[in-house]
């Protein structure tokens, strides 16, 4: 195991109702001035976003709006909340929605205090010292940006799409999390939500690091849990119990708590993460086509933990590693098509994809050798799309 | 699942020479003037306080000692050190040791600021509404105190063993675990850690509560691992990533994480405090006692929980609840023989326990039902402690 430190200081506030409890947390913390953040239409026109700002002007506390979000966000969006968020004073933002929705307003957080380009903070040239508090009332189960301290955005000069990631200076104050919020959420936007849940505990189990048992069997619940209750909500898109199961494994799968004491691999996402930004793809569902890929692929030279994997999640019985991590992958892609995701690009929508691209950006915005499991060159990442046609 | 809210703002820093980090996070919280609360001999013996001492002088910030925690923690050192807080004028409080250490610290931290008797926090008469911050360094797996916010304390006269619970007051605001510390743990103390840190989890898995799967996977894979990690720390004392295993699952354990969204038990540990408060035994070889005795009496009437712990747990094969509940308290038990602990009250050392007295205090202190699996009377408590002769 590895030296690491870990603090989780969000305040989860998780179950029916919940998404009432923001204001009251806001007014605790003594914001003043808040700029909510959403997205699309539907927390408009479910009422959500009334409720909230009315229980916001109950406890004495004026609101700003900033809606507008979408999905693979991007800094335009950014660059608009910081100045409104200067012009208006707030001290605090209050993220209602998704990922998207909650990384835009961590962006505009520490953007807003920042005197230079928020963007120094996503390609590496300076790191987050201060930020505005943000809540969240989280409504897409799928990120975890309501429990971790990262964020994804894409620059539309060049198509760059980045994460940043802090240690807590990112991490919302509280997140509401009620699972009633998620009833209407589109199959294809629960699926992919599902599936970007198992990636990141996926991208923590894959290590090369040895001797982290406890991080693993962590990992292996989080992962059956999830793969018990995905057909569930599936198959009842209103059921309490199996909604709340997976929003809690994503909140969890993505707050650190699954990376305990080693390396990490995210090759799949720094992959994914060129498919979206070129194509704007539904980041979950380039992950059910690339993460089996990626385990395929790795498989070959190092097939031990996608065999663990194999055995421990989906109960494979196989005598060698070679076997059982096929068994693994192909369990995991019968899984992901069950829940109605694609598997392959060409599923994904993507029938011809420029692989020759993907590959050279990827190689530039994350250095010639990516993942911690095993690093992989151009050569390997190339061969990874090629076997996700 | 039932509505939840957490939040766990420890920060831990786990992993080698971790214990000469608690100055530089002492100083980064501003601390000026710290009382340092520790226990018997070993820490002084081993040069770990001399070491912690000389870093808090090179930061530039004084301490005060506060030596003599037993184990079994009584009100007296309390008084002692909130007297002695007062005198000195400390701001901060670092433990250094393990849970009898914390908790005395944290009796401490939240008596000082408190005009009246401390307590009224442990019999229920006042609510903790301020404390002096916390630090930790561990030597000792198993109370789980550094990630929580409760604390159990003996009150000596009428020998009152009373937990006291806190949101959030009471957490150490940073926690050091250094595993290394814990290599010369004598086996006896390292097993009733291990049977400590197992029943904290087990207290939260046996609910009455349904649809709480990821919580359920989460507590069955952290148990399987310290099953698994068990016989190695048992067998190599200094084996680094098996202490490592088995101190972050005794911190993951009580941080709640295990409990979320559901109703806990906790009848084993009331029942275990009135044997540890009346014949002074280790809490950890007590609960090896008791809990499998509890597990067995309420397998009778419900036996289904206990199966899936049997079943998930300990890989049982059965067809019946009842057969699998009867082999999974049965593996239990041998497991706690097989790394030397007690699992009857003679092996324990009490050949002729004063069941009367100890089903009356237990009772008098809990309310005339306790545990929230299946509230137990006096006539069901008074079966399981006979059940544990």
Same mark, same amino acid.
């Given at each position: 195991?590895?030296?690491?430190?870990?603090? #989780?200081? #969000?305040? +989860?506030?998780?179950?029916?109702? #919940?998404?009432?409890?923001?204001?009251?947390?806001?007014?605790?913390?003594?914001?003043?001035? $808040?700029?909510? %953040? +959403?997205?699309?239409?539907?927390? $408009?026109?479910?009422?959500?976003?009334?409720? %909230?700002?009315?229980?916001?002007?109950?406890?004495?506390?004026? #609101?700003?709006?900033?809606?507008?979000v979408k999905p693979n966000p991007t800094d335009d969006k950014g660059y608009e909340g910081i100045a409104l968020a200067r012009m208006e004073k707030v001290d605090a933002i209050l993220a209602v929605g998704g990922g998207s929705v909650i990384d835009t307003a961590k962006a505009i957080a520490c953007g807003t205090l920042y005197e230079g380009d928020f963007w120094d903070f996503y390609c590496g040239k300076a790191a987050v010292e201060r930020a505005l508090p943000i809540g969240v009332i989280l409504t897409i189960p799928a990120a975890g940006s309501e429990g971790s301290g990262n964020s994804v955005i894409t620059r539309i000069e060049g198509l760059r799409k980045l994460s940043l990631r802090t240690d807590t200076a990112l991490r919302p104050r509280f997140a509401c999390l009620n699972p009633e919020l998620t009833f209407t959420l589109p199959p294809y936007q629960t699926a992919s939500g599902i599936a970007d849940m198992m990636v990141h505990i996926m991208e923590r189990y894959f290590t090369p690091t040895e001797g982290v048992e406890v991080t693993d069997r962590l990992c292996e619940g989080l992962l059956k849990a999830i793969i018990a209750e995905a057909p569930k909500v599936m198959a009842e898109p209103e059921n309490y119990d199996a909604r709340a199961n997976i929003m809690w494994s994503g909140t969890i799968a993505h707050n650190g708590i699954c990376g305990c004491g080693r390396r990490e691999d995210w090759a799949s996402h720094f992959i994914e993460h060129e498919l979206s930004a070129l194509y704007d793809v539904t980041h979950g569902a380039g992950l059910a086509v690339i993460t089996p890929a990626w385990m395929s692929y790795v498989s070959k030279s190092k097939p031990a933990k996608v065999a663990q994997f194999a055995r421990r999640v989906f109960d494979i019985i196989a005598d060698g590693d070679s076997e059982a991590a096929k068994l693994g992958v192909e369990k995991l892609r019968n899984f992901f098509r069950s829940i109605g995701l694609p598997v392959t690009l060409r599923e994904l929508g993507i029938a011809n994809p420029d692989i020759p691209t993907l590959v050279r950006k990827l190689h530039e915005n994350k250095g010639p050798k990516i993942g911690g499991y095993i690093p992989l060159t151009a050569t390997d990442t190339e061969a990874i799309f090629r076997e996700s046609l």
């Open positions: 195991m590895e030296n690491f430190s870990i603090c #989780t200081p #969000t305040n +989860y506030v998780f179950g029916r109702g #919940t998404e009432c409890e923001a204001s009251r947390l806001a007014a605790q913390a003594g914001w003043k001035r $808040v700029m909510i %953040v +959403y997205g699309g239409g539907s927390a $408009v026109r479910s009422g959500l976003l009334d409720r %909230v700002k009315d229980s916001f002007t109950a406890e004495g506390i004026p #609101t700003i709006e900033l809606g507008g």
